[in-house]
């Protein structure tokens, strides 16, 4: 059990290449998940994160297994020892990958890039926290309850 609420998730999404080279990584921070029995466990309100160190560990993971592809990571972030836990990996993009071309990366285009226009990819990451969700405003608003993503989901809210 890793303590904390949803505000301790993050995802993670990867395409790696036809040659096992990671091309594109985008993380978000959940700020909350939904809670719907049906939806149990579904991301609702994700804000892009770049983190260069986590990047860096998973590039080297995939590119060791010569993984083609997407791939998702389900993370929780542990604050007893302040390292970030993976609890899997997803064969596939995640139900909430939507939030990756939120971040401004279009993920169509990296296949259409690549398989059909036969084009180099160049490594990408998002740049800039961007807020996606799928739950109304006041929602978000009312059950993000950590004091500084709650002031940063306001500010994007705004913005």
Not at 26 to 43: D, F, S
Not at 74 to 84: A, E, L, P, V
């Amino acid at each position: 059990m890793i303590p904390g609420n949803d505000e301790y998730m993050r995802v993670l999404t990867c395409y790696s290449n036809h040659h096992g080279h990671v091309k594109m990584m985008c993380l978000g921070h959940v700020l909350l998940e939904e809670h719907t029995p049906h939806g149990k466990g579904n991301h609702a309100v994700i804000i892009t994160e770049p983190r260069s160190d986590l990047y860096d560990r998973v590039k080297a993971l995939l590119e060791d297994l010569g993984y083609i592809g997407f791939s998702n990571f389900d993370i929780k972030y542990d604050r007893r020892d302040g390292k970030y836990k993976f609890f899997e990996i997803n064969t596939r993009q995640g139900r909430s990958n939507f939030y990756v071309t939120g971040s401004g990366i279009n993920i169509a285009r990296l296949l259409v890039e690549e398989y059909i226009l036969n084009h180099p990819l160049e490594f990408i990451t998002p740049k800039e926290e961007r807020l996606w969700l799928t739950v109304p405003k006041g929602v978000a608003r009312k059950y993000v309850f950590e004091e500084e993503n709650s002031a940063k989901l306001h500010q994007l809210l705004k913005n």
